[in-house]
């Protein structure tokens, strides 16, 4: 019998650490407050309609990459990928849209388009997509041949333009541009976000969809989580779901074990995948503060302007992701003649929370692309509007539930009716509604605040270093989105095997990916 490891989490980083660990003669067991894995890449069903929560993108879905090799390695390559050509469209004020291809060259074109005295910008964009076509994110390097390892160091030069755009925004980028439509198009895409949002960042989205690699799991980030969740359990894991942890044991400076209402485990090694300040302050009792999170994790909530989050940034301290306002809206008929992800600017902004939060602009996505998400002839779509008042919503529902409710039917009816405006017939088709609030993502993954994503990605962050250990414990880790500015999927199993290896190599073993 190898080291026990337990594992706190059945997020994809929970998952993948435990994985690659099973597999390498660990006795894992993964503890899991929730009733399904995958902690924020999750789905959920209202009267035959699946409401997907999270993936859009995922990087490494196309052979192309080499984290495919990851995502293979985790069970759930065997899906499959639906790949953009066109990824977004944006309706403009004057009732023509920008479309977001994600061919470099149609991308060019539809630049030109709309603003032909922007050549310069166009091109600059389209040359930036195909340097990073042309390069890789060697994930799983000891799963390349001598030769593409070598082709690898070849192409190292083509990304050394990109790099000092990931501490550039894109608004930034963008500066140039002159034509006011192509303007107004960027704008509706990134909104605020455009000034904090890293340029390198978006080449990368860009590119790796170029390359067919960026793409969308059929069945939905659901369906992802339980590839992954299948595999471990093949491989003889244990997995433990409604076992919220209630504190890490702690010996002499070493964790030892976990403690919950359902009892006692004890192993050679803990491992945390969930929520950063949760962990830290109330499994651990305050008593271990991480050096690169505490701070962060005690600051207040930014307003959500744009400004205030830049100081954040300026102050040295990273930035959460919002929350979410989430509605899931089942729609009679086929939908598949519209772009399956569209954003309009509101000629009037939406007042919502009470006065707190003003929408500017709405993103719908229409899930025609994946029939398993309604029933015959019908349409799954979603809503995410963002907001840092989570206090709002779960003070509401603690003084009075049935305002609660009301208040989520309020809004669902302000943004249906928005959407109505730019989409005519849709109110009309609407036949199921389901909103989730910041209180719902609390509820159901106990992340801070509902934050959807761990840490904004910014330009003093995104890619920051930030360690897996805490000072004064020994045989303690944590994993996640909270160590990865700019969270998604790829740190996650990227991290998940790297801390597999770490322990590996710690005990005297060589590390088996497969």
Known sequence: MGKRVLVIGAGIAGLSAASYLQRNGFDTEIFESHTAPGGLCTAWKRQGYTFDGCIHWLMGSGPSSNLHEIWKELGAADLQFIEWDLYSSVRLSDGDNFR??????????????????DGQTARALARQIRRVMRIDMPAAMDKMSFGERFALLCRLPAALPLLRWFKRPVSEFLAPLRGEKLREGFRGLFGESMEDFPAGALFMMLGFMAKQSSGYPLGGSLAFARSIEAKYLSLGGKLHYGSRVDEIMVENGVAVGLRGAWGEARGDYVISAADAQDCLERMLGGKYPHPGLTPS??????????????????????????????????????????????????????????????????????????????????????????????????????????????????????????????????????????????????RYTNNRHGSFEGWLPTGSSFGKKIAATLPGLDHFYMIGQWLNPGGGLPPCGIEGRKLAKRLCSMEGIRFRPE
């Open 100 to 117: 977001l291809y994600t061919d470099p060259s149609r991308l060019e074109a539809e630049m030109l388009r709309l603003s032909p005295e």
């Open 297 to 442: 994790l005690r600051a207040p909530l930014p307003s959500g302007e744009p400004q205030l989050l830049r100081r954040g940034t300026e102050e040295g301290r990273l930035v959460p992701f919002p929350s979410l306002i989430y509605l899931g809206l089942g729609l009679k008929g086929d939908w598949r003649s519209v772009p399956h992800m569209q954003t309009f600017v509101l000629p009037e902004p939406l007042i919502l929370e009470d006065g707190a939060l003003t929408v500017r602009r709405i993103s719908v996505r229409l899930f025609s692309f994946d029939p398993g998400t309604a029933p015959a002839g019908k349409t799954a779509a979603t809503v995410m509007i963002e907001t840092y008042n989570d206090g709002y919503w779960m003070e509401l529902h603690e003084k009075d539930s049935a305002a609660y409710e009301a208040k989520k039917a309020e809004t669902a009816r302000a943004v249906i009716a928005a959407l109505d405006a730019f989409l005519p017939g849709l109110a009309a088709s609407v036949e199921v509604v389901d909103v989730a609030t910041p209180r719902s993502f609390i």
